[in-house]
């Protein structure tokens, strides 16, 4: 694997979800991949889970590990072409891509969404540029658009818990009062759609996804529908993409609680972390026996481990 950008990168998906249950059973079995490289962890947004799980799962492979809150430490990146920097981007990413590639064989990065411009938002503009520039292999430690390490980490979360061949997964869109990136619901549903699961979208109107991620998921507006028989729900919460980056509702009644729960086939409830407890989902859910939240972010180790392996193999 050359980069590790989205799910087109994956070669196979099955494989991969394989490594990083091996890699948990065995964290330090492949030690020696990673001696004398090292990797860089480039935060322009805040972490705690995609840090410390990205830091671990490096050091467990060998690797050295830089990280840098680049948005707060570094010097602000104008990202565009041609353009006249008399403003206040004091540095090029052409020369900082290049530099950092210099002392990296690896670069992770985090940069979210402006949620302001829809068109450059989705052209993920600060990846392109890194690709283009750094001359190494590129980690998405959360982009504009996509979450591929934390949807990997959902993969073999399902994949641990699951009962069935082919289990019902609902996307469920949660209330919340502050504009948040469909990053994490548009990557959740791309690996879904590549999973061996049936997967069900469901929102209020005005909050569909782009159906280039939304792909062969079902979308139901009524969200008690959607949760009959599940048996993953996957909380969520995400802007509308048609009016861009807008919160056209935070309507209580999208919360999960156990009434909501009851619906499902005595279903696990994930969430990708953080959130805010008793406005996208009731203490009961989350302190109760069928939440998922700590065992789907300690596999971020793994998730993280198992793309890292693979970025090291396509290296030799
Ligand atoms: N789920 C996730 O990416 O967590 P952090 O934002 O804390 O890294």
Request: charged share 25%; hydrophobic share 40%.
């Amino acid at each position: 694997m050359k980069h590790f950008l989205s799910f087109q990168d994956v070669p196979d998906l099955s494989q991969l979800i394989t490594s990083g249950i091996v890699a948990k059973r065995n964290p330090f079995g492949d030690q020696e991949m990673g001696k004398n490289k090292t990797i860089g962890l480039l935060f322009f947004n805040s972490s705690l889970r995609t840090r410390i799980s990205t830091q671990k799962a490096a050091q467990n492979l060998g690797l050295n590990v830089i990280v840098m809150n680049v948005g707060q430490d570094g010097w602000g990146l104008e990202m565009e072409e041609g353009v006249i920097m008399n403003g206040d981007k004091a540095e090029h990413v052409k020369e900082a891509a290049a530099v950092i590639g210099s002392y990296c064989d690896i670069i992770g990065i985090r940069s979210f969404a402006s949620l302001s411009d829809r068109e450059k938002d989705y052209q993920e503009i600060v990846f392109q540029q890194f690709k283009k520039y750094a001359g190494v292999p590129i980690i998405n430690l959360e982009s504009a658009t996509r979450h591929p390490l934390q949807s990997l980490a959902d993969c073999i979360t399902i994949e641990e818990f699951k009962l069935k061949e082919r289990p019902k997964v609902v996307l469920t869109w949660l209330p919340h009062f502050k504009p948040l990136p469909q990053a994490v619901a548009n990557s959740f549903c791309e690996w879904m759609n590549h999973a061996e699961v049936e997967l069900v979208v469901t929102h209020p109107k005005g909050y569909d996804l782009s159906p280039d991620f939304v792909g062969k998921g079902q979308v139901i507006y009524d969200q008690d529908k959607a949760l009959e028989g599940a048996d993953f729900v996957y909380g969520k919460n995400w802007s509308s993409y048609e009016h861009y980056g807008q919160v056209l509702s935070s309507d209580p009644s999208w919360m999960i609680t156990n009434d909501k729960m009851s619906l499902t086939d005595n279903g696990k409830f994930m969430h990708c972390l953080p959130l805010r407890r008793n406005m996208k989902v009731a203490d009961e859910v989350l302190d109760g026996p069928h939440s998922l939240v700590i065992e789907q972010a300690a596999n971020r180790e793994w998730a993280a481990q198992a793309a890292l392996r693979e970025i090291l193999l396509g290296m030799k």
